[in-house]
C-alpha cells in the first residue's frame, strides 16, 4: 500500500510539475507570437496618447515575465519534492542501494533543469518584446513632433 502511494506521488510529480513546465512554456510562446502579430499591424497614428497606445502595446509580456522569473522556481520544488521522495523510499527500504539513489536524484535534477529551459526562452521573449514596444513608442514621438510642428 505504501509502495504505491509513493509510485503515485513520483508520477504526480513528473506530471505535475513537468505538465506545468510544459503549459507554461507554451503559454510563453503564444503571447510571445500573439504579440509580434500585433507589432506588425500596430499603426501608431490612430492613437492620440501615447499612454493608450504603451497600455496597448505592454499588455500580457508581464505574464511572460512572470513565467521566465517563475518557471525555476517550479523546476526547484519539483526538485526539493524528488529528492524528497527518494530519501523516503531510502529510509523507508532501510537498506542503502547507491544505484537507487543516484537515479532518483538524477530524475529529480530533471524537474530544475526544465525550469531553466522553461525560463530562459521566455526571458529573451520577455527582452525581445520590450525593446519592440520602446520601437514603436519612439515612431509614435517622431510621428507626434512632425504633427506639432506642421
Given at each position: 500500500m505504501e509502495e504505491n502511494m509513493l509510485a503515485y506521488a513520483e508520477v504526480a510529480l513528473d506530471y505535475g510539475v513537468m505538465g506545468l513546465l510544459i503549459l507554461m512554456s507554451i503559454v510563453t510562446l503564444w503571447l510571445f507570437i500573439e504579440r509580434m502579430m500585433f507589432y506588425a499591424t500596430v499603426d501608431v497614428q490612430k492613437y492620440e496618447h501615447r499612454d493608450t497606445l504603451e497600455m496597448e502595446l505592454t499588455d500580457n509580456i508581464s505574464v511572460i515575465s512572470a513565467i521566465g522569473s517563475n518557471a525555476p522556481y517550479v523546476g526547484l520544488l519539483g526538485t526539493?519534492?524528488?529528492?524528497?521522495?527518494?530519501?523516503?523510499?531510502?529510509?523507508?527500504?532501510g537498506a542503502i542501494d547507491a544505484k537507487k539513489i543516484m537515479v532518483g536524484l538524477a530524475l529529480a535534477l530533471?524537474?530544475?533543469?526544465m525550469g531553466l529551459i522553461v525560463a530562459m526562452p521566455a526571458i529573451v521573449a520577455y527582452t525581445i518584446l520590450l525593446r519592440k514596444v520602446e520601437k514603436i513608442l519612439t515612431v509614435f514621438d517622431v510621428v507626434q513632433d512632425k504633427k506639432a510642428s506642421i
Open positions: 526539493v519534492i524528488g529528492i524528497m521522495l527518494t530519501f523516503y523510499t531510502m529510509g523507508d527500504v530533471k524537474a530544475t533543469a
